[in-house]
């Protein structure tokens, strides 16, 4: 089995500065990367940054200067950094994995639960 979990989500203040972790764990073989998506009320699912395996990071504009994406190979984590945060930020923040299990000879998308992110004005 794998599993992702995260952790890191709340209420902050605009201006004010939060920290996902995504922790995937199980019968891993191999993970070739790991990101961020975010869904706003209303809107439509956005990427906000990925890490792959070995390659560049890249970001949404709406959030480039003011995240950092990384990751632990070692720990099969990976985490947000989110400073600066505006009312626009508000969110539910999904972590995902591309991963190859033990099991299994292909890539799998897996999926976190789900964090919720409000930033007030």
């Known amino acids: 089995q794998v599993q992702l979990v995260e952790s890191g989500g709340g209420l902050v203040q605009a201006g004010g500065s939060l920290r996902l972790s995504c922790a995937a764990s199980g019968s891993i073989f191999r993970i070739n990367a790991m990101g961020w998506y975010r869904q706003a009320p209303g809107k439509q699912r956005e990427l906000v940054a990925v890490?792959?395996?070995?390659?560049?990071?890249n970001y949404a504009d709406s959030v480039k200067g003011r995240f950092t994406i990384s990751g632990d190979n070692a720990k099969n984590t990976v985490s947000l950094q989110m400073n600066s945060l505006k009312p626009e930020d508000t969110a539910v923040y999904y972590c995902?994995?591309?991963?190859?299990?033990?099991?299994?000879?292909?890539?799998?998308?897996?999926w976190g639960q789900g964090t919720q992110v409000t930033v007030s004005s």
């Open positions: 890490s792959p395996s070995g390659g560049r990071t």
């Open positions: 995902y994995a591309d991963i190859i299990s033990t099991s299994g000879s292909y890539y799998f998308r897996y």
